[in-house]
């Protein structure tokens, strides 16, 4: 059921009413309570005020869409999505809820909440699979300084697609630069990384991902209509496209992709995603992506790699050619051969050693690859400023 409400007046309507929406109950009670307000106006309440300043004077017909696509008894799933205008640099607001009526009102949790994974771990219109994805702990934000994501670019591994625009707000010139413009290649639009799917509105995916991450896929023709279903990495989730029908603009077919970690849009520079660290520019839609010593600029081609794995890294030779391999952790060891810039590495464990500089600045960390030889940490792009496997 969708239930479709204006802005103006409901937040004092609610307010009136002691809504709990913020996962923790207004006034304890000893026993139950008559439910004083709706599921839906307890999520919109909430909803609108995750909605900034800025983007509440581009909400044009001020609507709020919720969606309650389970319920039973005291509990409620679904998504609601804060509607913008058609307006360029202007997108909606949006998450998954889940809710449950305690003491006369309803408790409510979005997506990537400590309580939504609490929550949902109790619901019984959660399904196991749900579950499993939720309960991953989120952490701070950007995982504590660890940029790894396990994701691959949104579109067939081996294809090569131009990037639009570079890193930009989800809502155009809004901080953080959590988004990107991709089209090209055959235009299907595929899931970064394993997890649940959910269609916030027409053209507007979202899949929730492991370790507190979600990704937004916006524009879409042709989108898949689902409710909390699994999708492996590379599933098809649509293509791209101009749709606008939650809000924005879109003036040739592509797809907005944003990246999201706990409840919220966060910069995608630093970030590995398909092998590819994201750099802002010096405004918004600027900037580009770096892979190894290949860079590429807002026009120019991302080539997807596939995901970077949790114990793996990148060559980034600084602009050489090749990186030197060492019998031990150190220049003076013995040379093992070299390995080429843009290759992808396993590591075993890492150990202190000759300190080196390189792209992102100076260390004595070494890496012990899978095949016994080491390299200066210098020289890696590994997504962690630290040992990503452990010491040896």
């Known amino acids: 059921m969708v239930h479709i409400g204006r802005w103006a007046g409901i937040a004092t309507a609610l307010l009136a009413t002691e809504l709990l929406v913020a996962g923790t109950a207004a006034h304890a009670a000893p026993a139950p309570h008559p439910v004083k307000v709706s599921v839906e106006d307890a999520v919109t309440a909430k909803l609108l005020g ?16 919720v969606t309650v696509t389970r319920r039973t008894g005291e509990w409620a799933f679904g998504t609601a999505v804060a509607v913008t205008s058609h307006e360029k640099d202007v997108h909606p607001t949006g998450a998954v809820f889940v809710a449950r009526a305690e003491a006369g009102t309803w408790r409510v949790n979005f997506d990537g909440e400590t ?20 309960a991953s702990t989120p952490s701070t934000m950007y995982a504590g300084g660890d940029y790894r994501t396990g994701m691959a670019l949104p579109f067939a591994v081996g294809q090569t697609w131009t990037m639009t625009s570079g890193p930009h707000g989800w809502g155009g010139y809004d901080a953080p630069y959590s988004s990107i413009d991709l089209a090209g290649g ?8 394993a997890g649940t799917a959910y269609t916030m509105c027409t053209g507007w995916i979202r899949v929730i991902h492991d370790r507190g991450y979600s990704t937004d896929y916006y ?6 209509s689902v409710n909390g279903a699994a999708v492996g990495q590379g599933a098809y989730l649509g293509y791209t496209g101009t749709d606008v029908t939650c ?3 879109a003036s040739g077919r592509h797809v907005h992709f944003g990246l999201r970690q706990n409840s919220a849009y966060v910069g995608i520079a630093g970030h590995g995603i398909g092998k590819w660290e994201f750099v802002n520019g010096a405004a918004a839609y600027q900037g580009g992506a770096r892979h190894g010593s290949a860079w590429a600029g807002v026009g120019g081609g991302l080539y997807n790699h596939g995901a970077l794995g949790f114990n793996q890294a990148v060559v980034d030779a600084n602009g050489a050619g090749t990186l030197t391999k060492r019998s031990g952790p150190g220049a003076g060891h013995s040379v093992l051969g070299s390995v080429g810039d843009g290759a992808t590495v396993t590591v075993s464990c890492s150990a202190n050693g000759t ?17 016994g030889a ?3 940490d210098a020289y890696l792009w590994t997504g962690v400023n630290g040992p990503i496997n452990g010491w040896c």
């Open 186 to 193: 055959d235009q299907v639009v595929r899931a970064a990384r």
């Open 115 to 134: 309580g939504f994974s609490e929550l949902a771990a109790e619901s019984p219109v959660v399904n196991k699979q749900e579950k499993k994805v939720f």
């Open 374 to 376: 080491w390299v200066s």
């Open 50 to 65: 995750r909605v900034s300043a800025t983007a509440a004077e581009h909400t044009g017909a001020s609507e709020t869409r």
């Open 355 to 371: 300190s080196h500089t390189g792209r992102y600045g100076t260390t004595s960390l070494w890496n012990q690859l899978s095949d």
């Open 219 to 224: 524009h879409l023709w042709s989108s898949i």
């Open 247 to 249: 809000g924005g603009a």
